[in-house]
């Protein structure tokens, strides 16, 4: 099983990308779980949400407190969260980040190779394609960059049903943007 925690800002779309992860995953025939862990927050408040993939039915009903993959869609996070805590040693962990990678490992406080770290600057993609700071579905394309856990033909399916239209059109270039600008700190 794959366990993914989301980490993002009510408004910013983490619990849609968890969503679509998991449409997409189902779509390739695969068991999931998607739901969001948050209360009664405005929006900008942080919140996590989570995705769990399994060629097996799920039993586990609760939060994951030990994931393989961490996203994190807001890089202020990092000042004011501990991202990491429960990540499985060698998981992986995506960030919208538009700094350099060593960089990107002083705020995570991690160091080179205790895990893979990927990162894309997701926010200034969303503004180029989208016109607006959603980078929501570019850190689900970072996220595929990372681990193809699921199949593009099933994401692009899930964002058609999710978005109508251009919307759809244009989150599904966002996400291809995206796995294209994604990086691994080395």
């Known amino acids: ?47 996590m949400a989570f995705t769990r993939i399994s060629e097996e039915p ?7 407190y030990e994931p393989d993959i961490v996203v994190v869609l807001d890089p202020t996070l990092l000042k004011t969260q501990n991202v990491t805590e429960g ?17 990107l490992l002083k705020e995570l406080k991690v160091s080179k190779g205790e895990y893979r770290v990927f990162y894309v600057p997701a926010t200034k993609l969303a503004m180029d ?21 699921v199949s593009m033909g099933s ?9 109508s239209g251009k919307l759809a059109e244009l989150n599904n270039r966002l996400i291809k943007k995206a796995m294209e600008e994604t990086k691994e700190v080395e």
């Open 1 to 47: 099983m794959l366990e993914v925690r989301w980490h993002g800002r009510g408004g910013q779309g983490a619990w849609t990308a968890a969503n679509l992860l998991a449409m997409a995953a189902m779509l390739d025939g695969k068991h999931v779980q998607s739901f969001p862990a948050f209360g009664p927050e405005r929006s900008g408040a942080p919140l």
């Open 58 to 64: 799920i039993e586990i009903h609760s939060m994951i």
């Open 87 to 103: 990540l499985k040693k060698g998981g992986t962990i995506v960030v919208n980040y538009s700094g350099s990678g060593d960089e």
């Open 129 to 149: 394609i989208l016109g607006r700071p959603i980078m929501n579905t570019a850190m689900v394309g970072a996220l595929l960059k990372a681990n193809s856990v």
């Open 155 to 163: 994401v692009e399916e899930a964002v058609k049903r999710r978005f």
